[in-house]
């Protein structure tokens, strides 16, 4: 179990607080999880998703890691992750993400491609490839993965 201690300093005026997790020097005898080949779902962003590591499926409490597939030619429905980081590793593929305010920013990532995503930004990934599908783990500090995801409409 962690501590949870709250760091405050006042700067120019400005009371900041920082969270800082502190291990308690206990040793813990917890068991280790293994999910083991994990069923496809269709997620909220309409691709296949293969829930590894959540809450539920390990008893996570604080971070989820998954697998999703983007279909060749397919794409994410534009979402961002509420309140909630993402980490990308690209196992295969070209993907091009469109991300930010209105989708207006692009970026290109390629197979062993790390991508950090911060939290609130909207963003839509898209496999380039017409003919191979692209693959990719996907970690976020959430242990219940799907629901702090939140489609994200660009106005017209």
């Known amino acids: ?8 300093m006042t700067v120019t005026g400005l009371i900041l607080s920082l969270s800082v997790f502190a291990g308690d020097g206990q040793i813990s005898d917890a ?3 293994t999910v083991k080949s994990p069923v496809e779902i269709q997620s909220v962003q309409k691709l296949p998703y293969y829930v590894g590591i959540s809450g539920e499926t390990a008893g996570s409490k604080s971070l989820s890691m998954n697998m999703v597939v983007i279909p060749p030619g397919g794409q994410a429905e534009a979402h961002y992750h509420d309140g909630f980081e993402s980490a990308v590793y690209l196992i295969q593929g070209r993907v ?16 062993g491609d790390f991508v950090f995503i911060p939290p609130n930004v909207p963003h839509q990934p898209r496999n380039l490839s017409d003919t191979e599908p ?4 996907v970690s976020r500090n959430d242990p219940n993965e799907q629901e702090s995801v939140v489609p994200y409409h ?3």
């Open 134 to 137: 692209a693959i990719a783990i």
């Open 96 to 111: 091009e993400m469109r991300y930010g305010v209105g989708l207006a920013k692009t970026v290109v990532n390629e197979t």
């Open 1 to 8: 179990m962690r501590n949870l201690s709250i760091i405050s």
């Open 31 to 33: 068991e280790v999880v």
């Open 154 to 156: 660009v106005k017209q």
